[in-house]
């Protein structure tokens, strides 16, 4: 049960409000697409831990019509009597960084959201916060702009705008373009983490609003499942070889839940959430889940006879084949990796979830032998993949030194220096050519391809490794690669800090680079991950004035800003392909680190990513389809 008694003695200080706007990385993590959405998340996750506390189970989130968004709940409402400080308890909520009840343990048993963290950094990034409480009878009400308070105080209190006999908290906000690079909210990746939060909370119900288009649209968010209905969503797709296995337990006052489910799709989803925050980069609850799961069904193996005395066990990657789950621990005081919660670090989290699935797991398998048979037979299937991939490899791959390339087709740099140096992937032995006169021989490798390379969605690992422009990458690279049955990746083994896809700007070219892209997501996606990977930018035109000095135009609104400010006539030539151009403008415009554009690849959401590779480049039509038709608006035309 809540703790009746919420009030300003139990909101914290640690600290004030300091330089968020500076450095708004530091706590949302960036200023793109990405950290914009976590804006909202940090709201939502304050109503979800009053949620937690059992006094909220209605959630309303709004996307304004003018831009801004609204949270509203139907909890306690934030406290709004007089603080030590000398401020309401609300206020300092929202202008001083570490401020809330969720550092008083007698008000939150758990919580994700720090109410006070994650309050004041956004109030600290919009233009305007505006904020209505609902508690004692009233309605209180303050205002800030960019993290400032503009009401007055009334004999030291907020002003009361109402009477109500409701509690609860609404809030509305709106981003600050001067901090981030777009303001508009995409409402893809808000529904995905509303309807997560559903799945995490089965009696919560959230309300989502679009206000922004000709029609408003609505969503009830509402999964009474939890987190079994979570794996079923994320196994809708995909052949299933048992049902969904759930249990939940605990240990050391850290509550464990867990849902997974074996598909015969070769590779593993495992997701992590810690107080209702996914952990995007895992952390000890998943390593605790893996550890046990790994041991009891190789215990279970050699009880049945499967294994025998000198066989050896199944590898972790052998038994999480196929598999599906969720784990989601609820901790009372949870540490995690930086401020957006990407990895949980607290180790008695790997403890509790390793006890509470030994204990739990081994009862439902003695109770279900079938499901059991299942999973081990997923095993051996995975076991005998990896045992012949593992020979594959060892012919394709290790027989060939870094000096690979005899055909002269990489041109490799001097300099030893691997953090300075980078390596162009370039389509066509023209532009490949043209490349290796224009670049910096010191710190910059080219790499020629043919044409498009193999689709390693639809193929399979030893077709994979058999494709000569495939293994002449990985060679390149010098950290090898990883795929489902085993990891022989090693980031610290590479050789470039900057891999960058060199394509034409035209459909051919983003088919190279998207063919590329799912190579590197699929086989090395550390890559990606740490930031290697990019995109070059060549131009698409160069505009000759009559007078006065070239220009090159990256892109139509390029374009289309040079025809409006440019004064008299001018020649415009239209470069089709990397070829086109020779060394001195190849250097100039796609090469030059001080005057060259690169586009930084990066996952904001790694199950969205996964999801999305395997309906694009993989082999069922119909829902690449309806994905293709859905989005269709959004394309940019090559025309």
């Not at 079938?370 to 045992?387: P, Q």
Request: glycine share 8%.
């Amino acid at each position: 049960m809540a703790n009746e008694n919420y009030g300003a003695s139990q909101i914290a200080v640690l600290e004030g409000l300091e330089a968020v706007r500076k450095r708004p990385g530091m706590y949302i993590g960036s200023v793109s697409r990405k950290g914009l959405s976590h804006l909202i998340y940090e709201i939502v996750d304050n109503s979800v831990d009053e949620h937690l506390a059992g006094s909220c189970n209605i959630i309303k989130v709004t996307l304004e019509a003018d831009g801004s968004c609204t949270v509203e709940d139907n909890g306690r409402g934030i406290p709004v009597d007089m603080h030590e400080k000398g401020v309401p308890a609300a206020r300092l909520v929202f202008t001083t960084l570490h401020a809330g009840g969720k550092f008083d343990n007698n008000v939150y048993k758990t919580s994700g959201g720090l109410h006070g963290v994650g309050s004041s950094v956004v109030n600290a990034l919009s233009v305007y916060m505006d904020v209505e409480i609902s508690r004692d009878g009233h309605i209180w009400h303050d205002r800030y702009e960019r993290g400032n308070p503009v009401l007055s105080l009334e004999k030291g209190l907020l002003p009361v705008i109402g009477d109500t006999r409701r509690t609860g908290t609404k809030i509305n906000f709106l981003p600050d373009p001067e901090i981030f690079e777009k303001t508009r909210f995409n409402e893809e990746d808000i529904k995905s983490r509303m309807h997560e939060t559903a799945y995490l909370n089965p009696e919560l119900t959230i309300e989502y609003y679009d206000k922004r288009g000709e029609e408003e649209e609505h969503i009830t968010f509402h999964e009474s499942e939890g987190i079994s209905g979570f794996v079923r969503a994320l196994t809708a797709n995909s052949e299933t070889i048992c049902d969904v296995v759930h249990f939940k337990g605990e240990s050391d006052n850290i509550a464990v839940e867990v849902a997974f489910q074996y598909t015969s799709d070769f590779h593993e989803n495992i997701n992590g959430f810690c107080n209702n925050i996914f952990n995007s980069e895992g952390g000890t609850h998943i390593t605790g889940f893996k550890t046990t799961l790994t041991t009891v069904i190789n215990s279970y193996a050699r009880e049945l006879g499967i294994l025998k005395g000198k066989d050896v066990n199944f590898t972790g990657a052998d038994v999480r084949n196929g598999l599906t789950a969720v784990i989601s621990v609820k901790h009372p005081d949870p540490r995690f990796e930086g401020q957006t919660k990407t990895k949980l670090d607290n180790q008695d989290a790997l403890k509790a979830t390793s006890k509470v699935t030994n204990d739990e797991i081994q009862l439902y398998f003695d109770k279900n032998l079938d499901t059991l048979k299942a999973v081990i037979e997923c095993a051996e299937r995975a076991a005998k993949i990896r045992k012949s991939e593992e020979k594959a490899k060892t012919n394709l791959l290790t027989k060939q030194k870094f000096s690979f390339d005899s055909n002269g087709k990489l041109a490799n740099c001097e300099s030893k220096d691997y953090s300075k140096c980078e390596i162009f992937i370039v389509e066509g032995d023209s532009a490949g050519g043209s490349a290796k006169m224009a670049r910096n021989r010191m710190f910059q490798a080219i790499m020629p391809i043919r044409g498009k390379i193999l689709n390693v969605e639809k193929a399979s690992i030893d077709k994979v490794l058999a494709n000569a422009e495939i293994k002449t990458m990985i060679n390149a690279f010098g950290c090898g690669f990883s795929e489902g049955y085993g990891n022989d990746f090693d980031i610290e083994k590479l050789r470039y800090d900057k891999i960058i896809i060199m394509a034409d700007a035209d459909v051919d070219g983003a088919h190279i680079a998207t063919l590329l892209l799912t190579l590197f997501y699929r086989f090395m996606p550390e890559l990606i991950f740490q930031g290697h990977v990019y995109l070059a930018m060549p131009p698409l035109y160069k505009a000759i004035p009559a007078r006065g000095e070239e220009e090159y135009l990256y892109d139509d609104a390029a374009l289309e800003k040079y025809r409006k400010n440019h004064k008299g006539s001018f020649t415009l030539q239209r470069y089709k392909g990397l070829g086109e151009m020779d060394p001195g403008q190849l250097w100039e415009t796609t090469l030059d680190p001080r005057r060259r554009l690169l586009k930084k690849v990066e996952i904001e959401d790694a199950r969205m990513a996964s999801d999305v590779t395997a309906m694009l480049m993989g082999n069922d039509v119909a829902p690449r389809k309806t994905f293709i038709y859905n989005h269709a608006t959004e394309a940019e035309l090559d025309v």
